[in-house]
Structures are given as C-alpha cells and as structure tokens.
C-alpha cells in the first residue's frame, strides 16, 4: 500500500470534521425533508434544523439569522453580492473598487460589470500585501457604490484592515463587501463593528462539507437592496431561490461551531506549526517569504524561492507533500499567480513559489519531514540549474 503525502493545501479545501459528519448524517437519511414543507413534520424538522444553522452563522459574525442568506458556495456568495448590488444601485452609480490580490470570483464578475458599463478601479497592494488605504481614499468618487477586500487572502494569508476600510465606506455611504472564505472560524469577525454590509462565506475551508456557503447581507441601517441572480420559488427572502440543502447546511454550522470553540488553541498551535516549518527553511539563501511576517493567517506559509524552476519545485514536493502553487480554483494554468505578480515580484520568483496551507491535522513532527524534503529538493534542483 503506497504512502499518501502529508496534507499541506488546506486553504484549496480542508477535510470534513468527523464531528461534522456525524452532525450531517441524520439529515440525509432520517430527517430528510425539504425545510419549505410546512405541513408536517419532516418539514418542521428540516426547518428547525436550518434555523438553529442560521442562529449560529450569524452569532459566528455578529449578525441576526435572517441576514444569513444560504448559497452553493462563496464563489456563488461573491457573484451575489457584487452583481446584486451593481444592478440594483445602477441608478446611484457605477464605479466600484477592489484590490489586485482578490479571488478570481471577485475579479471575474468585476471584469463582467466592466463590460455592461461600470468604471472599475482595481488598486495595487504594498509588497507586503496590504492595502494603501491612502490609494483607497483616493480612488473614491461621487458615484462609487462598491468597494469589495478579501478579509484573508487564499494564496499568501494577509489579513486586511477590515474596520479601517468599513468605516471609510460607511462614511461616504459606500457598501462594503468582503470575501471570509478563508477567515470564518479562524479569525474573529464583526460585521457590525467592522461596517461591513455583505459578507461571503463558505463551509469547506473550514472542515465543512463542499457545496455549502452563505451571504450575510446587511438588513437595518442601512438595509442592503440586492438584484437577486437565481429565480425561481422566492426562496431566502427573494435573494437566492433553490431548495436549501438541509445536511450541508447542518454541515456548514457545525463545522463554525466547532473551529469558534477551538479558535484560540487552534491559532497558537498553527502559528507553532508555521514558524516551525519557515524557520527550518529560511536558513536557505534565496528564500522569500511572500505576504506580511505576522499579519496573516496562522496556518498560511507562501514562499518564494530563487534558482529553480516552479514546477520542478511542484513536482519534487508532492512524494511527501501535497502543497499548493497558488489557488486552486487557477491551478490548470502554468502561469505565476496575479496575487504573487502583484506583490512586485519577477515572474520567474514569483513562478517558483510555494504555499503551504497548515491545518487542524497537520502535526510538529510532519513540519520537520516537509523541511527536510524541501531543502533537499531545492538544493538538488539548484544544483542542476547551476544557482549560485
């Protein structure tokens, strides 16, 4: 039986707590109803389950349940939040913002608002990831009704200013989306102290099930107007139709109930685990951390490294690591990553660039076989690309 390699791509997707699993199960087999069925108990049951769901995604991030508005997934989420609110602010204006480093499913559907019309303003970020929140004041106008920044970044784990950039928002009246996907249950979020008006989420970044994600979507001051993209059936207030998926729901829930209550522990051991791993391989010359040094996610490790080929370095990896060159969702296309191009790399450092994604099962003694292997990998690699 082959020896399958140590896990280390948690932020492309995280396996399913069995603790979830268990939660899920009875919903796929027992309590099986459609939660719109309200005239009899498999209904209630279903719907019962799907409120106390609600109850907790939304204590998660400080909303009320009826904010949370269930979806396929955050790339749905995005689509949602930035279609929904470009169509049905037209009349306000069309100039919206976001950062070079977002997901593709934030950049994508900007592009798409691009052609129907709307100014796009895409800002650079600080070699460090971050946003200049001196370039976002400046890029505000009279008709901005946008401005969508990733909470934590998928590929180099920066945590932006979240409160800094809702205040500026909420003061010129401008809604503020931010993509969670890779924060929820690893990073405290306040949507209300934050001034944050739309909020992407999704269940399998964080042991949940596939399939599951969620919109919070801003109901009182001021209560956020969304063009809904998905017809049919007036599900989740009008907002998103489609019978709810009561087990990935129930999934979803459990699996942010569980990351909340072990967020402290969980942060201070993935921060071991990483310093671990980057301290054995910063002792190699020519070693770049990519991203800032501490304002990231704990488990998130991007490096740089000078004198050999990407996808030899890959390739060299997977025997006993499965890690990552950048997003997953891009992973078929042989190019460096627009995150790591927009940190100000040269395409060939950022082309030879690894991210370790460190999760909930991932051990001390497994961060000394990856160094261990890395380093080999990379000084044998170097050798034969002649690296001084």
Same mark, same amino acid.
């Given at each position: 039986m082959s020896i399958r390699p140590i896990y280390l791509d948690n932020h492309a997707t995280t396996p399913v707590d069995e603790r979830v699993l268990a939660a899920m199960l009875p919903y #796929? %087999? !027992?309590? #099986?109803?459609?939660?719109?069925?309200?005239?009899? =108990?498999?209904?209630? +049951?279903?719907?019962?389950?799907?409120?106390?769901? &609600? /109850?907790?995604?939304?204590?998660?991030?400080?909303?009320?349940? +009826?904010?949370?508005?269930?979806?396929s997934?955050? %790339? /749905?989420?995005?689509?949602?939040?930035?279609?929904?609110?470009? +169509?049905?602010? #037209?009349?306000q204006g069309q100039h919206i913002i976001t950062l070079a480093t977002e997901h593709k499913a934030v950049l994508d559907p900007y592009q798409y608002l691009k052609t129907l019309g709307f100014a796009v303003t895409i800002?650079?970020? *600080?070699? @460090?990831?971050?946003? @200049?929140? %001196? /370039?976002? !004041?400046?890029? #505000? &106008?009279?008709?901005?009704?946008?401005?969508? =920044?990733?909470?934590?970044?998928?590929?180099?784990?920066?945590?932006?200013?979240?409160? /800094?950039?809702? +205040?500026?928002?909420? @003061?010129?009246?401008?809604?503020?989306? %931010?993509?969670?996907?890779q924060a929820i249950g690893k990073i405290p979020l306040d949507v209300q102290a934050s001034q944050i008006n739309l909020m992407s989420l999704t269940a399998h970044k964080v042991y949940g099930p596939k399939g599951i994600g969620a919109l919070y979507v801003q109901r009182r001051n001021p209560r956020v107007q969304l063009a809904p993209q998905q017809h049919g059936g007036g599900h989740e207030r009008g907002m998103r139709s489609g019978t709810l998926y009561t087990p990935q729901i129930v999934g979803f829930s459990k699996a942010v109930e569980i990351a909340l209550a072990e967020q402290a522990t969980e942060t201070q051991r993935l921060t071991q685990l990483r310093q671990r791993l980057w301290e054995s391989l910063s002792h190699l010359q020519g070693i770049h951390l990519n991203g800032h040094p501490t304002q990231r996610l704990a488990g998130n490790l991007n490096i740089s490294v000078e004198g050999v080929d990407?996808?030899?370095?890959?390739?060299?990896? *997977?025997? $006993?690591?499965?890690?990552?060159?950048?997003?997953?969702?891009t992973s078929t296309t042989i190019a460096p990553t627009h995150v790591l191009m927009a940190l100000g790399h040269a395409e *060939?450092?950022?082309?030879?660039? =690894?991210?370790?994604?460190?999760?909930?099962?991932?051990?001390?003694?497994?961060?000394?076989? $990856?160094?261990?292997?890395?380093?080999?990998?990379? !000084?044998?690699?170097?050798?034969q690309f002649s690296y001084l």
């Open positions: #796929f %087999t !027992e309590n #099986f109803g459609n939660p719109s069925s309200n005239s009899h =108990v498999y209904g209630w +049951e279903a719907a019962a389950a799907v409120q106390q769901a &609600r /109850e907790i995604l939304a204590a998660a991030i400080n909303a009320t349940p +009826e904010e949370i508005i269930f979806t997934g955050a %790339t /749905e989420a995005n689509n949602l939040a930035i279609k929904g609110v470009a +169509e049905a602010y #037209f009349s800002l650079p970020v *600080q070699k @460090d990831g971050l946003i @200049d929140l %001196t /370039e976002l !004041e400046k890029a #505000f &106008r009279p008709d901005t009704i946008l401005v969508s =920044v990733m909470a934590a970044n998928n590929e180099i784990g920066v945590l932006q200013p979240l409160t /800094e950039i809702g +205040e500026m928002c909420r @003061d010129r009246q401008i809604i503020f989306h %931010t993509d969670a996907a990407g996808a030899a370095l890959s390739l060299g990896l *997977q025997p $006993v690591a499965a890690v990552s060159s950048g997003s997953a969702c *060939q450092l950022a082309y030879a660039s =690894v991210r370790f994604g460190i999760g909930r099962f991932n051990t001390l003694a497994e961060m000394d076989i $990856v160094a261990k292997h890395a380093i080999a990998t990379i !000084e044998s690699l170097r050798q």
